[in-house]
């Protein structure tokens, strides 16, 4: 009669983890999702913002506004500067470890003196996994994001809308 016994220990093991074993089962799905499909749409993310920039630059003229305007792509980071008229600075960062997308962002008119520092605004966007195994993004206020471009919007709104 040993297999009976092993049987109950595995049927008492298994009603006592089940809730536990459900929960590490999703998070591991999650962050194997995440991790399948957040560089693809980070990268969709780089490339709708740079278009965004070169866009602004564009539409700004050959002037000293927009030649100082610089967008770039490292790996797994994206930054936008400016250093005058007006003072930006950007940057996001991939963080597949916390499941989110790091950013921080300054703007300013004047531009900061050397001797201040301007602090910069953080912006966590959270990665989350939906349906038919969809990765969406959500802003720290709740807001969902199904769409880079709607995510560049919103930064570039950030960034380049000037208060009076």
Partial sequence: MPEFFIKQLAQGIKEKFHNE?????????????????????????????????DQLREDLGNGVLATDLSFQRTGSMISIDKPELPFVKFTARLELERHEID???????????PQENPGLTDLVVSLNVGPQDSVSMQLPDGTAIYRVEKLAESIMQKLFTLKS
């Fill in 103 to 113: 950013m921080a962002y300054v703007t300013r008119s004047p531009k900061p003196s």
């Fill in 21 to 53: 074993s459900v929960e590490k089962e999703h998070r591991l799905y999650v962050d194997k999702t995440i991790r399948a499909h957040a560089p693809a749409l980070f990268e969709q993310f780089a490339q709708v913002l740079g278009r965004y920039v």
